[in-house]
């Protein structure tokens, strides 16, 4: 890396400081700790570091949480594949008050992470714990390895899969955050073009729906996020298309056809790169009328979900639970 590039990172590291758009101090925290993530890791997400240096930090990161936490506090896990091979991992609470269903899709831009995550794997225990659910988090081909449609494929056969062992899709409520919410967006789009059965709701986190790229907050909030650059999105977006149109609805959802889909939660913070995709996304369920709840959070950058002592994470994670009952009965 040169010698300006050092300097780049050091001057967007510390910006957290420096920038004065009101962010609350709290997330100025959370900020703070997600570029020293980064820059311990070596990962930076503004232009210089390879796809598999970048995955593989994460799984040795994702290797040392399960080594050091083993089972989450009142959730047990368990690996086992679906569909036609599809990897998932299982999670039960301690305390099951539901038969419903919560079917999770990772994110890390079609790239890194997986479904045995750490990172994602907090997120997933807080809601199994709140909802009293099992969770079933969907593993995917990841690209550059395996570009569209791998990932689509995988999770609809992976869905596909858990309703053949008898899970009711008017139990399920499919769910991810970032490349996760865009796969759940997905999936609808794709059950619906194969007339298949619909989950009784959908709640896309943070979701990347369009690949275009185009939208103000891709540039807007580049200081703001710490968490993905316009960078990171064109190199993520280019391994996973791998040539194909990014206006396909299946990769970008936003181009779909969004009648007749089941209910929808989408959260979203309001200092995200992608908050404009969010915003894009409820304002074109309204217009074809399928039902949809817009939350934007004061502050928020992407990722937040994953920080469990946050009031606005306890906020998202109270109105899921409450989204989840409604539309599951």
Known sequence: ???????????????????????????????????SLFWWTGVHVRGWCPWWIRRGAYEAITAAQNLRAGKSRGVTTRDFTCGDGVPCRDFEPSARSTNAVLIYMHGGGWCINSEKSG?????????VRRLGCRAVSVGYRRAPEHPFPAAIDDVLAGYQGLLATGVSSSQVVVGGISAGGGLTAALLLALKRDGGAMPAGAVPISPWLDLTQTAETYTSKADADPSISKDYLDR???????????????????????????PQLVQVGAAETLMDDSVAYARALGEADSPV??????????????????????????????FFDDVVG
């Open 1 to 35: 890396m040169e010698e300006d590039s050092w300097s780049a990172a050091l001057r967007w590291w510390l910006s957290v400081f420096t920038r004065g758009d009101g962010t609350p101090l709290r997330f100025r925290f959370f900020d703070l700790a997600v570029r």
């Open 119 to 127: 990172l994602w794997q907090t997120v997933i225990s807080q809601l």
């Open 236 to 262: 993520m977006a280019g391994y996973y298309l791998g040539g194909a149109d990014a206006r396909t609805p299946l990769a970008s959802p936003l181009f779909g056809d969004l009648t007749d889909l089941p």
């Open 293 to 322: 709840s817009l939350e934007i959070y004061p502050g928020a950058v992407h990722g937040w979900h994953m920080s469990p002592h946050l009031p606005e994470t306890q906020q998202a994670m109270r109105s899921i639970g409450s």
